[in-house]
């Protein structure tokens, strides 16, 4: 399966990308910066030019899946969270479905709720707005919510709930290694769910799912 992964450069794009790398699948990493290619050539992965702010058809096309793992970060104004979070996210979608790549996986987050009054409300209406928008596609898609993102290492264990509100943390090596996984996981199409740290072995939570 060929994934583009959207938002590759980032903490939790980086990740996710070694372990595609290391696997049956064929990964390209959508980077916005030409400078950014040493990172994924030293990986052997394939890298695109492409940003959400724009048209990106040409790094869709021909993909069998997407991975959206963008974000627009924590220094960022408002208006950008929209512009990548929300519209971003959706005119991936849009060019997935018009590129006939089924597979779809949406890094989201916990809590998201388009009502929201949290102190991050603008970050998580504009993740509800994508959400609700990917559930509308015929695409087989999975929303993976996780909490507050650490770097702690991968324990090989998680806390996976259809349960999408609450608290609780999140290692960005477990939630890669949740959303490379995904990937062979039927039972999770057309299904959302969080991903907290937690006990149980991995391949058991997601079956579970």
């Given at each position: ?23 049956p ?86 809590n998201?709720?388009?009502n ?42 998680a ?12 290692s ?8 490379a ?13 969080s ?15």
């Amino acid at each position: 399966m060929k994934v583009l992964v959207i938002g590759a450069n980032g903490n939790t794009g980086q990740r996710l990308l070694r372990r595609l790398a290391a696997g049956p699948h064929d990964p390209v990493a959508m980077i916005r910066d030409a400078g950014q290619r040493g990172l994924f050539d030293d990986m052997g992965v394939p890298t695109v030019l492409g940003d959400v702010e724009y048209p990106i058809d040409h790094a869709v096309r021909g993909c069998d899946a997407v991975i959206f793992a963008a974000g627009s970060g924590s220094k960022t104004g408002k208006d950008k969270t929209v512009l990548v979070d929300h519209i971003g996210a959706i005119r991936s979608m849009v060019a997935a479905q018009e590129s006939g790549a089924q597979r779809y996986i949406m890094l989201s987050s916990i809590n998201a709720d388009i009502n929201s009054t949290s102190t991050i409300a603008h970050y998580h209406k504009a993740k509800a707005h994508a959400d609700y928008h990917l559930r509308q596609t015929d695409l087989d898609y999975t929303i993976v919510c996780p909490g507050g993102l650490t770097d702690e290492p991968d324990p090989g264990t998680a806390d996976l709930s259809a349960r999408l509100t609450g608290r609780g943390m999140t290692s960005r090596e477990t939630l890669a290694e949740v959303m490379a996984r995904c990937l062979d996981a039927d039972n999770t199409i057309r299904k959302a769910f969080s991903v907290l740290d937690g006990d149980v072995p991995l391949a058991e939570a997601l079956a579970g799912l």
